[in-house]
Structures are given as structure tokens and as C-alpha cells.
């Protein structure tokens, strides 16, 4: 019991009490569950291997229904925040890399190993977004995506083509399925990303 509540006292609090509890009066019991099974992730995978994050917070969200921005927030193009994404319990692509995204830096995975990628999805003729992680700078990424839910290195992906990458640290052209070279200007470049980020400023 002791080591149980020395994880739980050192993970982050990523969602209050208080914004569960305002979130079950709003939205009912089963978001406020979902909020609580989300702050339990965080909790429990903190110490962890780096690793078995990935797996983990992966399989959480890759659990929310798949659903277009048009019929989830009526908008052609909408980026949803982790809570946002859990309060409906369905996203498009960007929102389960978002939310994957956020969950991992909040348990300790260093931001520049993560990227948000967009690739174009041969299968499905269409753009896509998924995470990508890199052990070491020069490490083939690991994808995680909410298609193919198994985590595989993105040369096993030969179904996705990189198309550029990004993260608070900058926005990337993808290249041999690498990071590849600095676009000028950062993150900037993306309003959504900066219209996100606001979001997240004002808190979960």
C-alpha cells in the first residue's frame, strides 16, 4: 500500500477533482468515469517503463469511438483537447494523437521524442495523423495509431506515407521516415495547433 500512494502522490494531476465532479453534473456519471479512469492511467503508468507507456496510454484512448469532426463538433476541421475527447467518448484522428500526445508528456516521456505526424493513408486515399516516438534522435519511430492499434516501427507501416511532422518544439517535413528538416517558422505554421494550445492554457 505504501508504494501504491508514493506513484499516486508523485504522477501529475492531469484533471482535478473538482473538474470531475463539475463534468458529472454537466455531462453525467459515465464521463466523470472516464475522466477518473484517465487521472488512474496517469497514476499507475507514471513509474513505469517508457515502453509499456506508450502501450498503455495507446490501447486507453485507441478505446474511443472513431467519428468525423463534421459529425462530432459540425466543423469541417476541429482539434479537440483529452477532455474534450473524453466528454464525448469519440474523435477523429488528431484528437486521439492529442490526447496520447499530452497523456505521455504528462508521465514523464520527454517531449522531443514525440511527434504528431501527418502521413497520408494509402489504403484509405486520405490524410491521416498519428504519434510517433523516438527512442533516440536516429531511432526508426514507433507509430501509434488509433487504424492499426499494435505499436510498430513506422518501416513496418508501409500502408502510411510521412508527410511532415510536429511538436512544441517545432514543425518538421518528414524524410525517410524521420523527422527530416526544420520548416521555417515552427509551430506557428499550424493555427489549429496554436488554437489548441490556447485551449490547454486555459486548463482541462
Not at 508504494?3 to 508523485?10: C, D, G, K, V, Y
Not at 502501450?55 to 483537447?81: C, M, P
Not at 464525448?88 to 514525440?114: P, R
Not at 510498430?152 to 508527410?163: G, W
Request: aromatic fraction near 10%; glycine fraction near 6%.
Amino acid at each position: 500500500m505504501t508504494s501504491q500512494r508514493i506513484i499516486a502522490s508523485s504522477a501529475p494531476i492531469i484533471i482535478s477533482q473538482a473538474e470531475i465532479q463539475k463534468a458529472q453534473k454537466k455531462y453525467g456519471a459515465l464521463v466523470a468515469s472516464r475522466l477518473i479512469a484517465w487521472q488512474h492511467l496517469v497514476e499507475t503508468s507514471y513509474q513505469k517503463p517508457e515502453r509499456l507507456k506508450l502501450r498503455l496510454v495507446n490501447d486507453f484512448f485507441n478505446g474511443a469511438h472513431f467519428i468525423s469532426d463534421q459529425k462530432n463538433w459540425h466543423k469541417e476541421d476541429y482539434w479537440a483537447t483529452p477532455l474534450e475527447l473524453l466528454t464525448k467518448d469519440a474523435g477523429d484522428c488528431e484528437d486521439f494523437v492529442i490526447a496520447k500526445y499530452i497523456t505521455l508528456k504528462a508521465i514523464g516521456v520527454d517531449e522531443k521524442k514525440l511527434y504528431l505526424t501527418y502521413v497520408k493513408a494509402i489504403r484509405l486515399k486520405q490524410a491521416h495523423m498519428v504519434l510517433t516516438y523516438f527512442k533516440t534522435p536516429r531511432s526508426i519511430p514507433l507509430v501509434l495509431d488509433n487504424l492499426n492499434t499494435r505499436i510498430l516501427k513506422a518501416t513496418k507501416r508501409k500502408d502510411l506515407i510521412p508527410i511532415y511532422s510536429f511538436n512544441g518544439d517545432g514543425l518538421w517535413l518528414a524524410k525517410q521516415r524521420g523527422k527530416g528538416n526544420a520548416v521555417k517558422g515552427g509551430t506557428q505554421e499550424l493555427k489549429q495547433w496554436q488554437t489548441l494550445l490556447k485551449k490547454l492554457e486555459k486548463g482541462f
